[in-house]
């Protein structure tokens, strides 16, 4: 177990190795945030698509998939990417990787959004795959993700980081999906049937009310 002293400098030299791998980047590529990237095909249409698929067999299907990096494994040669429908594995390899690309391998962390163009295939031991050709980083991330396996733990935190309880927990994720879902339903429902939707004033930065008075504190920090 870690103090929070410890916690804090890990967590600096994480960040500044990773502002070096950015700064590498930048002289490399130039642009690491780039506005528009398109992809032609999500994870899960993926995964339906080539569901009979069998092992060992390498398409013709070129496609342009994006994601976040969850896991890396053997210097990058195999990444598994997530999007909001799932998962997919890049295999990057000299037989099918161009140099330029296989460049970017060593500064890709976990957390990184990367954009992949390859061809679609299933390894032999039945993981649907796609060969790279081209790799593109699409957002470097400074910040390093939660323990792979235990996510968030501290409840506390899980509701004051949201999206970091999203990225490690389907559980959380799919119950997102979930309320967005019922919640765009009652909309479209209501509007259906003709009414209209009032926004309702909860936060604002000025005082209102009937009988509210401002009044001022302090916070000793």
Request: aromatic share 6%; glycine share 6%; hydrophobic share 35%.
């Amino acid at each position: 177990m870690t103090d929070n002293k410890t916690e804090t400098t890990l967590s600096s030299d994480v960040t500044e190795v990773r502002a070096q791998k950015l700064a590498l980047l930048r002289e490399k590529i130039g642009d690491v945030y780039p506005a528009h990237f398109h992809r032609t095909t999500t994870n899960a249409d993926l995964a339906k698509k080539y569901e009979a698929l069998e092992a060992d067999v390498v398409t013709d299907d070129v496609v342009t998939v994006a994601g976040r990096v969850y896991s890396s494994r053997n210097s990058g040669m195999f990444m598994d990417i997530h999007d909001a429908g799932g998962k997919i594995q890049i295999f990057s390899h000299k037989d099918t990787t161009p140099e330029e690309a296989r460049a970017l391998l060593p500064m890709i962390d976990l957390g990184d959004i990367i954009g992949v163009t390859g061809v679609v295939r299933r390894t032999k031991r039945g993981e649907l795959s796609i060969n790279a050709q081209e790799i593109t980083m699409l957002t470097k991330s400074l910040l390093p993700m939660p323990e792979k396996w235990h996510g968030l733990s501290d409840i506390e935190q899980r509701y004051r980081k949201r999206h970091l309880d999203i990225m490690t927990n389907e559980e959380s994720k799919l119950r997102f999906q979930q309320r967005s879902k019922i919640v765009s339903g009652i909309r479209r429902f209501m509007e259906d049937d003709g009414f209209m939707e009032v926004e309702t004033p909860m936060l604002h930065s000025v005082y209102g009310g009937a009988t509210a008075e401002p009044f001022k504190t302090h916070h000793n920090t």
